[in-house]
DNA sequence: ATCTTTGCAAACTTTTTGCACCAAT
DNA sequence: ATTGGTGCAAAAAGTTTGCAAAGAT
């Protein structure tokens, strides 16, 4: 009952929204609930539509600042899917996306599995790889099996 | 001097222009020196730009329509750097970019650091991938170290 | 009352496309 | 004479932005 910092993820979202005098809309609250309801990722788009039931009049630049206003605070990021939209989801999910080329299936993969590459990175190039923000293209299994 | 078939990259990229009735125009031909002298990744408009003081009227468009073609061919592929524009190069390059988040800095890495990921997600998914398609984002060694 | 967020429309960036004209074969 | 390439302008897709009105505190 009398709970000051809630470990809910919604709420953990919400509380980053209202800080430094941040408002909280319906809107808002909705965009956070979707976005935790969905372990996968959705586009900027597929979340306005996620919504549009409960909050039809919501706008897409509007889920853009919220994901933009999230995303600058750690919580959330997005993955750039080869063309097309970029994919949206909670930071905590830390998993890399295997996107197949051919049919668009989505795999997840532990992020710990590249590691190793970010290791040798590191070590020999200096270089803070930063591997979730991409998601790997290729061929899932249907698709490389398949002649076509 | 009596050379059938010039192993010249640039010949190589004007012959798969020229096949199936294709036609050698100024511009392609332009578009293909650039190409291979350009070892380093550039952009498509920095491509129009590379070619601009011999062909004024080089138009984007045909930029777009020959890189098109060339990739179909498997010649050339576009890679994915962050936020922005693609970047194409030579297929036979064969490496892997790192960009910087912070300062832009592309450093090059051989292909062959990322085939232990390959062999293990065929091996665990069953998934082709195609790193290359790819540029790795982070941080470079400078911008790593700055406290910014 | 104040300051933030919103909806809207419009700009923006990158890439693609339809079309009439021109040029390579 | 064909067929394919070109410039142009316009569309397309995804995202950002300026502004006045609405809303949360």
Known sequence: MAQATSTDPV???VAALRANGGRMTAGR???AE???ATHGHLTAEELLAAVADRHPDLHLSTVYRTLETLEEVGLVCHVHF???AAQWHLTSDDRHHLVCE???AVTHVPASLLEPV????RRTYGFEASLRHFATPGRCPVCA???D
Chains 1, 2 share one sequence.
């Open 11 to 13: 709420e953990v979202l």
């Open 29 to 31: 609250r909705a965009i």
């Open 34 to 36: 979707v976005l935790v």
């Open 82 to 84: 080869g063309h097309g």
């Open 102 to 104: 051919s049919c668009g």
């Open 118 to 121: 970010r290791d040798e990175l």
């Open 145 to 147: 099996g398949a002649t």
